[in-house]
Each structure stands twice: as structure tokens, then as C-alpha cells.
């Protein structure tokens, strides 16, 4: 195995894993689907092994699919990197980017990602507050970009389910009077849901109030409490409840982008399509929760998507 992988194949094979779909990554690569084909069958000749099993009509990530994907992603990034370093013209500076913790662990590190292997000469100032605080900054000039929550003049980049929520190891939901964790009064999310208990004539008391996610989810886990999230922010020992669970839906989430008035820079343009294009290509995973009446409630995210490592032909 003297000769040296080829970069094209590698970037091909990359878009498959992240966009779930061999024809969606040839609409990436800009490329046929029976040339991405082609591609990957050279790319599992030239290391001798296979890449992707198949599983019913879906293709998985093989054990060593799955290893090269880790080498595939950086030798990407350094190849970026070494070009951006012999680019005179490559964006360089400084971006001051804002957004909710709830959406902090799932989408942050995508974004930094992308971003930062595209941009490695541009230094990021990273910012985790509430929506409201955050469109102060931007307003005042103190935040380039942000990505905030149901702000109608932003730019909506994703949509997700509102989620009742409480702990898979209590019953915190059964109780007469629920007890309630949320934001700050301000908070949208607060309004919908006290409004939605109201209409059904739930009794409630609020028990917590932060605007900090991590402590919103400690009263939950907890068993101290429900709230309610959007599908991204659910953790390992939630449990999402339903109508069958007394609890009504809720409003849609809706996420989008709000930049600094007259904010029209390379670097802005460059945080803000980068924005879009994570939030777009971040895998849906399938939740899975055990319901008392069916054995079990199944959500998928509102984007149409497949679960990690699947990829359809």
C-alpha cells in the first residue's frame, strides 16, 4: 500500500457519512451517483477493505469504514490548512459568535468544525447566553453572529419538535401538581408551556428557574422536575412525554441566524453559511422512549434524515 490515498475519494467518502446518502453527497461533490460509486469501490480496492455493509435497503459504516472515517476527516483539515497557509487571500481576523447553551453540545461542535478548518487564520470569540440576551449583543454591535430561538427577523436554518420532558427513572409526571423547571420569565419556551397546562386545566408550580440549560436538565434528571426542549437538547435518561402522559403539544422550535446590523464582511458571510450548512447536515438519531400504553413512542426529527452511520444509496 506504497501509493497515497486519493484526496478526492476521501472528500467523497466524508459527504456520504455526513449527508446519510450517496445521491445527496454526489449532489455535494458535484459528481454523478454512479461516479461516487466508482469512487468508493477504487477507495475500498486501494485499501483492500470494505467500507459499507449493507442493511436492508441502507448502507452501514463497516468497523473499518468507521476507522478510516476519523483518518479521512483529518487529513482533510490538514490539506485545508495547508492551503489556507499558502493563501494570501484567505480570510483572516476575528468573528464574535453567540448562541443558547441548549443548543450548545449538540451543534457548537459541529460548527467549530467546519468553520475552523475552512478558517484557520480567523480567531473565534464564542458566546452562550439566552436568545434575548444575544440579540441585545448583536443589536449593540457587541456580537457579530448568533443563532437564537423563534425571533421572527432572523434567518430560520432549522426546525425541531417542542418536547415535553422528564427523567426515565422517576415520575415526577404523575404527580397532581407537576412540578416545573424553566427559563427565565422571559423565555418563550416558559410561555408556550404554561399557556399549553392552562388550556388543558394542568395543575403546576414552578419549582426552577435558570437560564442555564445544564441546571435545567439536573432538575430533570433529577427527578425533580419537567420541562420542556427542543429534540437536540434531549440527554441519555430523558423521557419524552405525550398526549398519552396527559401533556399537549407544543409549538415547533424554530432556530435561525441574526447578524450585526450593516454586518456584511467576508468573515460574517463565511460564520453565517457555515451556520447553515452544520445545522443542515448534523445526522437525525432516532429517540426511542418505553410509553405505558404502545411499548414505545418514536420521534424523529423534523428534518427527514437517518440515523448515525446508515446511508442510503
Request: charged share 25%; with cysteine.
Amino acid at each position: 500500500m506504497s501509493a497515497p490515498l486519493d484526496l478526492d475519494q476521501l472528500r467523497t467518502f466524508v459527504a456520504i457519512t455526513e449527508t446519510g446518502s450517496f445521491t445527496r453527497a454526489a449532489e455535494e461533490v458535484f459528481r454523478t451517483q454512479s461516479a461516487v460509486s466508482m469512487q468508493m469501490r477504487r477507495l475500498e480496492e486501494r485499501l483492500g477493505r470494505p467500507l459499507f455493509e449493507k442493511d436492508g435497503r441502507l448502507n452501514r459504516l463497516t468497523p473499518d469504514g468507521e476507522k478510516l472515517l476519523v483518518y479521512a476527516r483529518e487529513l482533510l483539515r490538514l490539506n485545508q490548512e495547508t492551503l489556507a497557509a499558502f493563501d494570501e487571500e484567505s480570510l483572516e481576523g476575528h468573528i464574535r459568535f453567540g448562541m443558547p447553551d441548549d443548543y450548545a453540545d449538540r451543534f457548537l461542535p459541529e460548527i467549530m468544525t467546519r468553520f475552523s478548518q475552512s478558517n484557520p487564520r480567523v480567531e473565534m470569540t464564542i458566546v452562550c447566553e439566552p436568545t434575548s440576551s444575544l440579540i441585545s449583543q448583536v443589536q449593540q454591535g457587541t456580537l457579530d453572529v448568533a443563532l437564537v430561538t423563534d425571533h421572527p427577523p432572523a434567518q430560520v436554518v432549522r426546525r425541531e419538535p417542542l418536547l415535553w420532558v422528564g427523567s426515565a427513572n422517576h415520575e415526577a409526571h404523575r404527580r397532581a401538581v407537576l412540578p416545573m423547571a424553566f427559563g427565565r420569565p422571559s423565555c418563550t419556551w416558559r410561555r408556550h408551556a404554561c399557556t399549553a397546562l392552562e388550556k388543558v386545566g394542568r395543575a403546576y408550580r414552578i419549582m426552577f428557574t435558570s437560564h442555564s440549560a445544564t441546571a435545567l436538565a439536573a432538575a430533570v434528571l433529577s427527578g425533580g422536575a419537567i420541562t420542556i426542549m427542543p429534540e437536540c437538547s434531549l440527554r441519555p435518561g430523558m423521557r419524552v412525554l405525550g398526549e398519552a402522559d396527559g401533556f399537549p403539544p407544543l409549538p415547533e422550535c424554530r432556530i435561525g441566524i441574526v447578524r450585526r446590523p450593516s454586518a456584511d464582511t467576508e468573515i460574517i458571510n463565511a460564520i453565517t453559511r457555515h451556520i447553515a450548512e452544520s445545522l443542515d447536515n448534523i445526522s437525525a438519531t432516532l429517540i426511542e422512549h418505553a410509553d405505558d400504553l404502545s411499548g414505545a413512542l418514536r420521534i424523529r426529527r423534523a428534518r427527514r434524515a437517518v440515523p448515525e452511520n446508515l446511508v442510503t444509496s
